[in-house]
C-alpha cells in the first residue's frame, strides 16, 4: 500500500506534470496504478489522485462504484492527463471528503454533467459524458491534480470523530 499525504503538506497545493506516454507505459508508472488502486480500496475511497500519494503527476483512478453501468466500463476507470468540460450550467450541491482531509466534510458545488477527455492507463485516447456523482467524483480528483482541495471550495465544513478510539 501506499501512503496517502495529508494537509498541510505543501506538495497537495502544486499543479501535477502532465506525464508522457513513454512516462505512462514504463513498468514504475504501470505499477503506481496498481498501487494506487489497492490503496483507494484499502481506505475505503472512490477515488485517488497521484498527488495523494506524493507523486506529482497528473494520474487518477476512480472505483468501479462511482461508474454509472450505461458506460460499460469494466473495472476501475484510470484518468490520465484528464480534463474535463461542463455540457450544462446545471450545478449541484453535495457533501464530500477527502482521504487527504481526514475526518472533514463539507458541502461542495460542482457541475452536473461534464465531458471528459483523457487517456486510459495504456495511453489511448478516452472521451464520455459523465453526470450527478460520476462527474463529482472525477471534478475532485481532477482539482487534485491542480493543487485543489475540496476544502478550497465547501462551505458548512465540519469534523467527524474517529470510528476507532484506539487510533
Partial sequence: ML??????TP???VRSQDISRDSLLCDETQQLIDDMIATMYDDDGIGLAAPQ???NTRICVI???AI???HHIK???I?????????SKKTL??????LSVPRIFGKVKRHKEIEVQAWDRNGAPISFDANDFFARVIQHEVDHLDGVLFIDKAKDIYEVERKDSRL
Fill in 3 to 8: 501512503n496517502i499525504i495529508t494537509v498541510p
Fill in 11 to 13: 506538495s497537495l497545493r
Fill in 53 to 55: 500519494v506524493a507523486q
Fill in 63 to 65: 472505483g468501479k462504484e
Fill in 68 to 70: 454509472p453501468k450505461k
Fill in 75 to 77: 473495472g476501475d476507470l
Fill in 79 to 87: 484518468l490520465v492527463n484528464p480534463q474535463w468540460e461542463r455540457i
Fill in 93 to 98: 450541491w453535495d457533501v464530500e471528503g477527502c
